[in-house]
């Protein structure tokens, strides 16, 4: 188990210095990818989809409803709609090929970086999908928070939006700016808040730094919002 938390450790919040270097790690991750996220319990894809169809009426996510996830890795979010029935269309985007080969219940992949100013293929940035979640990858090292924007371009409106993100010490300051963004643009009008909602155990704590009021594992929290 500890090689596994070693793994984790290195592997998602790893600093490279350029985007290749990061890709080459996610490619060498990615056959022991869902072992190694099983083993660290980690609840993330569940906790979006949960979140999903509870603040949405179940007769909006049918064969008819398009969803984006975003930092798709090898499609664990994808999993977790097939598993509570969901029938309609999945694609998924990632930086990383290898993990994206992997997620053969998607309909389309998208392999490009998701960054600000990045220029993404035209289905992600036409307002055409119904949901958009991103489980997981928001944090300094993965997802930036100007990239929210990006995220929102790709639903419709009144469609809707799920992100979640870790509670874990060194992950706040991240957390602080990304719901400062978030606040900013629902200021705007961009979007409206629905539902956020703080999970206790999120993860397992990769080490004992990590860790919040001695329990072994790490919080998140979970957040739904509506596009206007």
Request: contains cysteine.
């Amino acid at each position: 188990m500890d090689e596994i938390l070693n793994r984790v450790r290195t592997m998602a919040h790893v600093q490279c210095e350029n985007l290749d270097d990061k890709m080459a790690v996610y490619s060498n991750w990615s056959e022991s990818y869902e072992e190694d996220v099983f083993a660290l319990k980690y609840t993330a894809p569940h906790q979006a989809v949960k979140m999903l169809y509870d603040v949405i009426d179940n007769y909006k996510l049918d064969e008819n409803c398009d969803i984006i996830d975003f930092a798709a890795g090898t499609g664990l979010v994808g999993k977790c709609l097939r598993e509570r029935g969901f029938t309609g269309s999945v694609d998924g985007q990632d930086g990383c090929d290898a993990m994206l080969r992997r997620a053969k219940q998607y309909r389309n992949t998208f392999c490009c970086i998701l960054e600000p100013g990045a220029k993404l293929p035209a289905e992600l940035t036409s307002n055409s999908y119904d949901v958009a979640t991103i489980s997981g990858a928001l944090s300094p090292s993965q997802v930036d928070v100007d990239c929210i924007p990006i995220i929102i371009g790709a639903v419709r409106p009144g469609g809707y939006i799920v992100l979640t993100t870790r509670l874990n010490p060194s992950n706040l300051q991240y957390v602080e700016r990304l719901e400062s963004e978030m606040k900013r643009l629902e200021l705007e009008g961009v979007w409206v808040s629905l539902s956020k909602r703080r999970i206790e155990e999120f993860e397992l704590a990769t080490d004992d730094s990590e860790k919040v009021n001695d329990s072994k594992y790490i919080p998140g929290v979970v957040y739904c919002f509506q596009k206007l």
